[in-house]
């Protein structure tokens, strides 16, 4: 049994190319991130799995941001009202900084151009960002910055040079099957999060990568266990944007009210019921008026219903939960510092794909924060990799390299199996209400040991699918993120954010902590203190 590797150093590749910086990413953080790094002087390339400013759960949709004017009053109470929700596990420092960085760079999107609508007193209202204008814009702007974009050209393998610093990547073209490396000075993680393929909205190029590419070079994660994220969503439909719930009725399928439903906890009652019975809704609480703005302000909501011939306002209609896993959760790459540096030299990490808990503790939801935390992350990474490279020198992109992670890469071996029977049986572990929504101690370790015997599987037999490569190592991270996110579950013995554990239903003081976790072959979990993470200064470049 031999390992393919997809790089060394005498492979013919389909192109080659040298850069500062490469970003792995296209959304709202990677983009953000080459705008940083090329306005810093960085050379840099960007690699996206899909394309470059349509790809992703940020281009799918609107969004809110945490954009808060610098009145002490407004930020005292943004970073407190979500303290409690999230277990107060998130860091003022960190608030204070990302509220900062979000309202000069929300700013920079107006002195773009972006066309940000305006209130009843004739001011700017810049508190929310349509997805699809949003993304247009930045990709415009990191092609006037010098940015190198690959379209359709997921990466594959984190470059490493012999101290094991992260030093590129390669990939191929999805569309035409050709190879390619990058050398780099310095990588940053942008790919998102994980949603396991549950088809909600924008979702479906999440799918771990980047976490499985991260840790193959030594990177560890953190809050995994914050990872069960559902989104409401017509059973009909993948639109998973649920603001307008708010003003809805949940039902039986008698048409009786469920009890709770609409309340603060109504998600859990919703699942609970989803159990046994269907749920049904209808959008009744809004007004005329408030009618017509959701439908100006989120347009792709209504889609599925005018397709499908359903008034929302007037008509009940069958609603499911989507898991979204970490991009509405809030565990990912742990980064070290005010940096984005990752535990690995070289190595970044923005938005989704690197924790949230900083600012979120244990909870988070659509938008918002996360928005917030794209484009922050994405600027101080961006900032931090260029000023890096530059020390570095300029000849460093072309030091001896290796490839890392093997996942995939697996030819001669008598054990063959197909992709799509890993993600399944993946899925089977995830999905689930009452495996993952509603956690216990017996549920997890079953799931877990089902988990550990799929990453055997795929980890050391070939692949009879192979020849779509970018799908296994798709798999691959979907197991390696379901490993993590329930060994970290498993480890928190108490309920805390959105980390529900039947087990254990109060928030314990003494597990006021961060959970570190990694380990591919081997996962590990330990508690980390949280004064232990405080951030270091970033020097500005």
């Known amino acids: 049994m031999t390992q393919k590797q997809l790089f060394s150093q005498d492979s013919d590749f389909d192109q080659t190319l040298l850069a500062d910086v490469l970003v792995i990413g296209g959304g709202p953080a990677g983009t953000w991130s080459a705008w940083s790094a090329a ?15 349509t790809s992703g759960c940020a281009a799918a949709s609107g969004n809110g941001v945490w954009y808060v004017p610098p009145e002490p009053d407004s930020r005292e109470a943004a970073m407190a009202s979500r303290e409690a929700l999230g277990g107060f596990l998130s860091s003022r420092d960190w608030m204070q900084r990302v509220l900062d960085q979000t309202y000069a760079n929300v700013n920079q999107l107006a002195e773009w151009g972006y066309p940000f609508p ?285 490839a890392v992670g093997g996942v995939g890469f697996i030819s001669g071996s008598e054990k063959q199996i197909h992709t799509e029977d890993i993600i399944k049986a993946t899925q089977a572990e995830v999905f689930p209400y009452n495996h993952n929504y509603f956690r216990n101690e017996k549920t997890l370790r079953e799931s877990l040991q089902r988990l550990h015997f799929l990453w055997h599987k795929i980890r050391h037999s070939e692949v009879a699918d192979n020849s779509n490569i970018v799908r296994t190592r798709e798999a691959a991270g979907m197991v390696a993120t379901a490993r993590w996110m329930y060994s970290s579950a498993l480890e928190r013995k108490e309920t805390r954010g959105m980390h529900k554990h039947l087990d254990y239903s109060q928030q314990d003081a003494n597990q006021h902590h961060y959970l570190i976790s990694g380990g591919l072959d081997q996962v590990w979990v330990k508690a980390a203190p949280i004064q232990e993470t405080k951030a270091k200064e970033l020097v500005t470049v």
């Open 39 to 53: 306005n810093t002087g960085a050379k840099v390339v960007l690699v996206d799995k899909g394309y470059c400013g």
């Open 118 to 402: 305006r209130d009843e007193d004739g001011r700017l209202y810049r508190r929310s960002l349509q997805g699809p204008e949003y993304m247009r814009l930045m990709r415009q702007q990191i092609k006037r910055a010098g940015v190198k974009i690959l379209d359709h050209s997921p990466a594959l393998q984190l470059l490493v040079d012999a101290e094991g610093a992260v030093a590129g990547a390669t990939g191929v073209n999805r569309q035409t099957g050709e190879k390619w490396v990058v050398r780099s000075h310095s990588v940053i993680i942008a790919t998102g999060g994980c949603a396991f393929l549950s088809k909600a909205l924008g979702c479906n190029v999440l799918t771990g990568d980047g976490y499985l590419m991260a840790a193959e070079a030594g990177a560890d994660m953190s809050g995994m266990e914050f990872s069960n994220a559902y989104g409401i969503a017509p059973a009909f439909s993948s639109v998973t944007k649920t603001l307008f719930y708010n003003w809805a009725t949940f039902t039986y399928e008698d048409g009786i009210p469920i009890p709770g439903a609409g309340s603060q906890k109504g998600r859990s009652v919703i699942a609970e019921t989803l159990l046994t019975q269907p749920v049904y809704a209808i959008i009744d609480k809004a007004s005329e008026e408030m009618r017509v703005t959701m439908r100006l302000s989120q347009p792709n909501f209504f889609l599925p219903f005018d397709r499908a011939g359903i008034d929302p306002f007037t008509q009940r209609f069958p609603v499911t939960l989507r898991l979204e896993g970490t991009v509405r959760g809030t565990g990912g790459i742990r980064i070290t510092d005010y940096t984005c540096g990752s535990s690995v030299r070289g190595l970044y990490a923005a938005g989704d794909a690197a924790t949230r808990e900083l600012i979120c503790g244990g909870f988070t939801g659509g938008g918002s924060h996360n928005a917030a935390w794209a484009l922050s992350s994405g600027y101080w990474a961006g900032q931090s990799a260029a000023r890096y490279s530059h020390n570095l020198g300029m000849q460093a992109n072309q030091r001896p390299v290796q």
